[in-house]
């Protein structure tokens, strides 16, 4: 990288020297051009007053013509009908041809001054003729030098110009390197902060660089440091609950499976004999299956709702229907409790799965019910918010302790263990909760106060598929 930024360095600097060299030399040479016909001009108007143009101008010039003979210069003065009255490069000037459409005298004859470069047939080469007309009116004053064009300039200005391109060809060179090692050096240093204690990504310490853009490039990786961190710590996080949850779930199936098992044997022996105990035993036996059913279609369920590549049919649910549904499944449970259950619902049908929403309205008013106090009583109410539909279930039940409050949604997670097996929980409950909630991209808010009871208000924002009338 620092062997390509140098080579462009140097290539763009050449080609700016070049298209510089190439600027300088137009603009110099237009300059040099431009004085020359000042100068010109100059020594026109000094001769113009030394003139005497009522005696012998041919002597006159050949006198001047001895000094211009040094200067390879040529003098000649023309009247206004374009005839040559003398000129400093011919003594007879009987012969030469008539300047009047000459492009210098025509512009010195109506503007005063005029000028121009060509070819001359007399000198074999090319001159620059500069005009002046004089100060009696009478005559045109041409001065003429012998003029290469822009290539006589460029030999003047070679030499400079060679000069200049080497001393700042070895400085651009010099800068390229100091430059390409700005660049280059950070990188490395990146480089090698990343490939430093075999490849460990989630601890890096960067200085301030001098180019911003070098910041961005060290913030960036110090920012995806952060998220490799982050991702590396959720995999901890999420493989030690994974695991949890696997040591939790044989737990949680082999005390029913302990159960039945020695339920079975004791019948097969033969021991039992009684027919009350045997039906309580197979009693006991089914009981222990439906825990094991229920253990696992929720386990089942959590799988499930943490697989979002699995297509969940969604459909027009009407919640007071679902809500009906689950209240008349929970009334045994709420009269064995001795709890009442009140239910505010507004008839509304929107667009969710309808075991999703049995499950959330089960779990939730369930768990108010069952781990309420006797007399207690439990206030349910489903409505409308703006494009949300917003749950709230709230009983004057036992509460929940502060520091268990950041952990009732954690798979197998019972505040009073004892009291969850008795009720035939599967501390599942809350999580499954927990699961459709985020499921919907909603939120659940826990309230409660031991021996003042529990609030938990779920928003989901999920489509409204039309009204329920009342009925």
């Keep these: 990288m620092k062997r390509a930024i140098f080579r462009k360095f140097i290539q763009l600097l050449v080609f700016a020297l070049i298209i510089n060299s190439v600027i300088f030399y137009i603009a110099a040479s237009s300059m040099l051009l431009r004085n020359s016909r000042e100068n010109m001009q100059f020594t026109l108007e000094t001769l113009d007053h030394m003139f005497n143009y009522s005696g012998d101008l041919d002597s006159q010039v050949r006198r001047i013509g001895q000094v211009n003979a040094v200067h390879d210069s040529r003098l000649t003065i023309i009247d206004l009908e374009g005839n040559v009255a003398a000129d400093t490069g011919v003594a007879d000037t009987s012969a030469m041809d008539n300047h009047l459409e000459r492009e210098e005298v025509q512009d010195a004859i109506n503007g005063g001054t005029g000028d121009a470069s060509r070819y001359s047939s007399t000198l074999g080469r090319n001159m620059l003729y500069v005009a002046r007309k004089s100060a009696d009116g009478n005559y045109v004053l041409r001065l003429a030098v012998p003029y290469a064009g822009l290539p006589e300039y460029l030999v003047m200005l070679l030499p400079a110009a060679f000069l ?41 310490n960067f200085q301030e660089y001098q180019y911003p853009e070098i910041n961005v490039i060290a913030e960036t990786t110090n920012q995806m440091s952060r998220n490799v961190r982050e991702y590396l710590d959720q995999i ?4 030690q609950i994974r695991q949890e949850f696997f040591s939790n779930a044989s737990h949680e199936l082999k005390t029913p499976i302990t159960s039945i098992q020695g339920y079975t044997e004791l019948l097969e022996s033969g021991i039992i004999t009684d027919e009350n105990q045997k039906a309580d035993f197979l009693r006991r036996i089914k009981k222990e299956a439906a825990n094991m059913t229920s253990l696992i279609n929720d386990i089942l369920m959590i799988s499930r709702l943490e697989a ?43 667009k ?48 929940i302790p502060k520091e268990a409050q950041g952990r009732v949604f954690e798979r197998f997670y019972r505040v009073d263990k004892g009291r969850s097996r008795k009720q035939g929980g599967t501390g599942l409950g809350l999580s499954i909760v927990k699961h459709i909630v985020n ?10 106060e031991v021996d003042k009871g529990t609030e938990f208000v779920v928003r989901l924002p999920v489509a409204e ?6 009925v």
Excluded at 166 to 172: I, M, N, P, S, T
Excluded at 362 to 386: D, F, M, T
Excluded at 439 to 448: N, P, R
Excluded at 465 to 470: H, K, P, T, V, W
């Design 439 to 448: 499921f919907y991209k909603g939120t659940i808010k826990l309230t409660s």
């Design 352 to 399: 969710a799965n309808t075991q999703q929403m049995q499950e959330l309205f089960s779990n939730l008013i369930g768990n108010a019910v069952k781990y309420n106090r006797p007399g207690g009583q439990v206030w349910v109410s489903v409505h409308r918010e703006g494009e949300e539909l917003v749950l709230r279930v709230k009983d004057n039940g036992v509460g």
């Design 308 to 350: 979002r590549e699995v297509e969940v049919a969604l459909g027009d649910v009407r919640i007071a229907v679902v809500l009906d549904e689950v209240m008349e499944s929970l009334k045994p449970v709420a009269a064995a409790n001795e709890v009442l259950v009140n239910v505010d619902c507004e008839p509304c049908t929107v």
């Design 164 to 204: 200049s391109f080497v001393v700042a060809l070895f400085g651009a060179l010099m800068e390229a390197e100091r430059f390409s090692a700005s660049i280059t050096r950070p990188l490395m240093e990146i480089s090698r902060e990343m490939l430093r204690d075999g490849g460990d990504y989630t601890e890096f």
């Design 465 to 470: 598929a039309g009204r329920e009338e009342d």
């Design 236 to 239: 901890n996080r999420e493989k």
